[in-house]
């Protein structure tokens, strides 16, 4: 089988963590796999390179059984272009990333109320879902989003969680208890960061030290200094600096996700989860069984339920272990890779 796969991505992010260990992961199962990126997508390109996957431009799609569609952007133009191009050449797959955002739902932070915007957008999609052979979403209210919001026809849709390779063992015993809170991601708007510098000024009990950079970063130190919010802003690191066992609790205080790496690997490092109840966080997390979930927006609420687990270690514990292994049954990397593959065989008709 020959798979490309094709995203419009520039940077890094979860989509091209996707991307890539998608990739991987499909050529050892004996799946013959190149990636599309454009031309100026250096660092996807680099990261390509040094697993050894082949990359071909983005107008020389044509000889391949399946080019999937991975949309960072869920209304990407070029990528609905090239789809139209693709559709009589191979079979189509897309990957819905984050199909519900400010952008698609005008009741989110921003999303604007502009009537023939959203029935632009509403064609857009349809169209779009109309030439897919198949569509994944990553999460049970994505599927529920893609419904509800353009009448994705259900038989078209796929189910098919992230899932990350198991993490190297570590040796000895974790320790419970500490005030180090960890959160991570792009410092936009999305990822509810502000939501947490509120919640650590309310509570004064505990450090959350946030790794990251994006275009929100003034501001967001400024209202840490503002509020005077024990806020610690570490820039961008590799995964292996954050340290998530270190962590008492792991933060995820978002305004909308498909489905996050930050919470997978949180729960597989054996680490509370404190998150937003939105989207895929709530496939996730079970309240009170394997994390916490809060309301949106809401910074007393988050303080509320962080200080509650720094405070009760045992607690903290409890939940972590049975995270810990939510993440082994449901979404492990293999069981995304067969996902996926399945999927294909289905567009094959094997």
């Given at each position: 089988m020959r798979v490309v796969l094709d995203s419009s991505l520039r940077s890094g992010g979860g989509v091209a963590r996707h991307l890539l260990e998608l990739a991987g992961g499909l050529r050892q199962m004996g799946i013959e796999v190149s990636l599309a990126v454009p031309t100026d997508a250096h660092w996807l390109r680099a990261q390509a390179r040094e697993q050894d996957l082949a990359v071909i431009r983005q107008d020389a799609?044509?000889?391949?059984?399946?080019v999937h569609f991975h949309l960072g952007?869920?209304?990407?133009?070029g990528a609905?272009?090239?789809?139209?191009?693709?559709?009589?050449l191979s079979g189509v797959v897309i990957t819905e990333h984050l199909p519900h955002?400010?952008?698609?739902d005008p009741a989110l932070l921003n999303g604007g109320r502009r009537p023939w915007v959203t029935g632009a957008k509403t064609a857009f999609k349809r169209l779009e879902f109309g030439l897919a052979d198949r569509t994944i979403v990553l999460s049970h209210s994505c599927l529920g989003f893609v419904i509800s919001r353009y009448g994705a026809a259900p038989q078209s849709l796929r189910l098919v969680p992230n899932g990350i390779p198991a993490p190297p063992s570590e040796a000895g015993e974790r320790s419970w208890g500490g005030d180090r809170i960890v959160a991570a991601g792009s410092l936009i708007a999305q990822k509810g960061f502000d939501v947490l510098v509120r919640a650590a000024a309310e509570s004064g009990r505990w450090t959350v030290e946030l790794f990251g950079d994006g275009p929100a970063r003034a501001q967001l130190e400024s209202l840490s200094r503002e509020l005077g919010a024990p806020v610690l802003f570490r820039g961008w690191r590799p995964a292996h600096e954050i340290e998530l066992r270190r962590a008492a609790v792991v933060c995820v205080p978002s305004r909308w996700e498909a489905l996050p790496y930050l919470g997978l690997e949180a729960m597989w490092a054996g680490t509370p989860l404190v998150a937003s109840r939105v989207d895929g966080l709530v496939d996730l997390i079970d309240q009170d069984e394997t994390g916490l979930l809060v309301a949106s927006g809401d910074h007393a609420a988050l303080a509320i339920a962080i200080s509650g687990l720094v405070a009760q270690p045992a607690r903290a514990e409890r939940l972590a272990r049975a995270a810990r292994t939510r993440v082994a049954e449901r979404f492990s990397y293999q069981a995304m890779l067969e996902g996926?593959?399945?999927?294909?065989l289905e567009v094959l008709g094997r």
């Open positions: 799609l044509r000889s391949a059984d399946i952007d869920t209304f990407d133009r609905l272009g090239r789809i139209v191009r693709q559709k009589a955002s400010n952008a698609s996926v593959r399945d999927v294909y």
